[in-house]
């Protein structure tokens, strides 16, 4: 089949190669078995160690460590949560499965990260929560973030699926705040073979719960009966466990637990593909470099960014384009697109996705986050198995659409009417 761009947008976030294939094979002859071993703790080891944080569980998927994640704040009706806008749906979606309000915070244009000079008036005291992305791998701001947090007593989960590799001011995302979820999806910094996905904690009874819940435990509340009633008066001590009746009761139920474990063939893709993983942030800057030099020779185009010490680990790259400057986004888009340069904007604004119009959200909730998708966002394909060829092409061909945007825009700035927005 003919795939009709050039420059495709990817399919694989990473690369993958020679020594995913032999771990694999390695795997499969050595008779051990396929589900929850020595991988998945290595894995899970060089996880923690590479963020410095105690406790780091891998899953099935980034959604499903998002989906734990909210459920381990133990919210209850009425509850408020914080979230951003500006992610993809799995960050937010498992809030609709609960009875609480959120209150969408708007990002900021620079960075399209949650705006923490926001935050402040949308806390109440119901706030249980701040629901976070690092957009596109750029860090946020969670110096700031984390002072509002504490103030407040409110708990803060990074949804870090694109910021592997990134930094913060010497720390690395997933251990700035108290839950952090990955993903290990196709398309993101480190695949475990298509789906995949981690959550990391500081707290040890949190880490506990997650554990039981990946494995179908329940999250429940035990205690130890005083008498047994069971038909053994003299039980062995592996018997004296919440798992038999007749030695427990349970007097709460949190969640009934689920298999959500990673398989150790994905484990062991995961292992080789952190130790790559250096090696392909730098390949992803590169890149963004050289898009970085183009963009930055034309009026009307600025760079997403955040300042302070930080890692980007450009899981994305993304600009804005200022419509005052006579430019247009859709225009640009259509013709880099006929260029064989496939564009995907990432992403709808979530408040007004329908599910969550139906819950009283909707247009003009979050403005900035709306004019930067419906206006002024673009995202081009950046990834570690891009080739020089395929980033010269892209590079060239940005080059010739900015030109022809450049010289239309006198009559584009005539005849649009648009006046919004300042230059940079
Ligand atoms: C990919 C992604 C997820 C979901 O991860 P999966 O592993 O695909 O379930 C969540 N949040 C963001 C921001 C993502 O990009």
């Known amino acids: 089949m003919d795939y ?37 703790a290595e894995f899970e080891r060089r996880f923690r160690e590479h963020l410095g944080v105690p406790y780091a569980l891998s899953l099935t998927s980034g959604t499903v460590a998002l989906e734990i994640a909210i459920h381990l704040l133990d919210l209850n009706a009425g509850d408020e949560v914080i979230a951003t ?88 995302p997933g251990a700035l705040a108290d839950i952090g979820c990955f993903s290990f999806h196709s398309s993101k910094n480190i695949t475990t073979l298509g789906e995949g996905g981690m959550i990391t904690l500081f707290d040890r009874s949190l880490a506990e719960r997650v554990d039981r819940i990946r494995s179908n435990d329940a999250d429940a509340v035990y205690h ?22 007749y030695t427990h009761g349970c007097t709460r139920l949190r969640y009934a637990g689920t298999n959500a474990t990673l398989a150790e063939p994905n484990a062991a893709v995961g292992v080789v593909q952190m130790a790559k993983l250096d090696r392909m942030v730098r390949r992803r800057h590169q890149i963004a470099g050289a898009y970085t030099d183009v963009l930055s020779r034309y009026p009307g185009v600025r760079i997403q960014q955040q300042s302070g010490p930080i890692r980007h680990a450009h899981h994305l790259y993304t600009f804005f384009v200022d419509p005052a400057s006579g430019m247009q986004r859709d225009r640009l888009v259509s013709r880099l697109d006929a260029l064989g340069v496939q564009m995907q904007l990432r992403y709808f604004p979530m408040h007004l996705l329908a599910e969550w119009a139906a819950r009283g959200h909707g247009v003009e909730e979050c403005p900035v986050a709306e004019r930067m998708w419906f206006r002024q966002q673009v995202n081009l394909p950046c990834h570690p198995g891009a080739t020089d060829a395929q980033v010269e092409q892209v590079v060239s061909r940005l080059d010739t659409v900015l030109r022809q945007e450049v010289r239309s825009r006198p009559i584009a700035a005539a005849t649009s009417g648009d006046t919004e927005g300042a230059a940079q």
């Not at 701040?130 to 791998?137: A, C, E, P, T, W």
């Not at 130890?224 to 009746?245: D, F, L, N």
């Open 224 to 245: 130890e009966k005083v008498r047994s009633i069971g038909p053994s008066t003299s039980a062995h001590p592996w018997m004296m466990h919440p798992g038999y009746a």
């Open 85 to 172: 806008p500006q992610t993809y749906k799995a960050s937010v979606q498992p809030l609709l499965n609960y009875p609480v309000r959120v209150r969408f915070c708007d990002v900021e244009a620079d960075s399209l990260n949650i705006d923490p000079a926001r935050m402040e008036s949308l806390i109440t005291g119901r706030t249980r929560a701040i629901v976070l992305v690092h957009y596109g791998g750029l860090p946020c701001e969670m110096d700031t973030i984390m002072a509002i947090a504490r103030r407040h007593g409110i708990t803060v989960i990074e949804d870090c699926a694109h910021a592997l590799g990134a930094e913060y001011r010497g720390r690395k």
């Open 4 to 40: 009709p761009y050039t420059i495709p947008y990817p399919q694989i976030g990473s690369l993958l190669g020679e020594h995913e294939i032999s771990v694999l094979t390695q795997l499969v002859n050595s008779g051990e078995s396929l589900s929850g071993g020595r991988w998945r």
